[in-house]
Structures are given as C-alpha cells and as structure tokens.
C-alpha cells in the first residue's frame, strides 16, 4: 500500500514553467513504476508521463515532449514533474500515481494507487 500527495500545482501564463512534486509514503517506494496523468474538465483522463523503479527508463506523451521531464528520488520518495513552455491547452488536474506492474505504461488501468491531483492552470 502506498499513498501519495501531490503538490506545486498553481496559476501560471503561457510559456511559463510548474514542477509538480508527489510525495509517497512507505517504505518501498523504490520498487513502484510512477506515472503522472491529468484531466481536463469534461475530458478523459490521459497518460503524461511514467518512470520506471530505477528512473532510467522514462516515457512521455507526445504532447509533452520536449516540454516536460519526469524524475525521482527514491532517497525522499519523491517524483517529479517538471513542466516548461506552458500552454493553456496543458489546463488540467494532474494526478500522480503508483503500480507494481513492472511493464505497466500509458494506461489508467495499470496504475494502482493514486494521488488527489493538484491543478494546473495556465492563462493566455
């Protein structure tokens, strides 16, 4: 069992930069895949980016790439979302989340455990 929180979300114009934090509980963090995914209002819930136990493996959405950066630190069970060149399409709450499944990737449904979200909302 792992909880998560997430942080840093805020008001930012276009352009601008987010690093979104999520900090997990329990002590074996370092074997969890981590997955950031957000929603926008109205919309599905979609895959932003995942990192593997070890964070060399990482994987984003299309969209994002270039754009943002998935990290952890396993030492302060922490992953990271850093988020740059912001655009008002990128308005949405994002959720961190957690899975044991080792080959799990862009689905919702692989994902195990999940933050509240924290929102981001970029003005033009």
């Known amino acids: 069992q792992v909880q998560l929180v997430e942080s840093g979300g805020g008001l930012v114009q276009a352009g601008g930069s987010l690093r979104l934090s999520c900090a997990a509980s329990?002590?074996?963090?370092?074997?969890?895949?981590m997955g950031w995914f957000r929603q926008a209002p109205g919309k599905e819930r979609e895959f932003v980016a995942t990192?593997?136990?070890?964070?060399?493996?990482?994987y984003y959405a299309d969209f994002v790439k270039g754009r943002f950066t998935i990290s952890r630190d396993n030492a302060k069970n922490t992953v990271f979302l850093q988020m740059n060149t912001l655009k008002p399409e990128d308005t949405a709450v994002y959720y961190c989340?957690?899975?044991?499944?080792?080959?799990?990737?862009?689905?919702?449904?692989?994902?195990?455990?999940w933050g509240q979200g924290t929102q981001v909302t970029v003005s033009s």
């Open positions: 329990g002590r074996t963090f370092g074997t969890y895949r």
């Open positions: 989340a957690a899975t044991t499944n080792v080959v799990a990737g862009t689905r919702k449904d692989q994902y195990n455990f």
């Open positions: 990192i593997n136990w070890s964070g060399g493996r990482t």
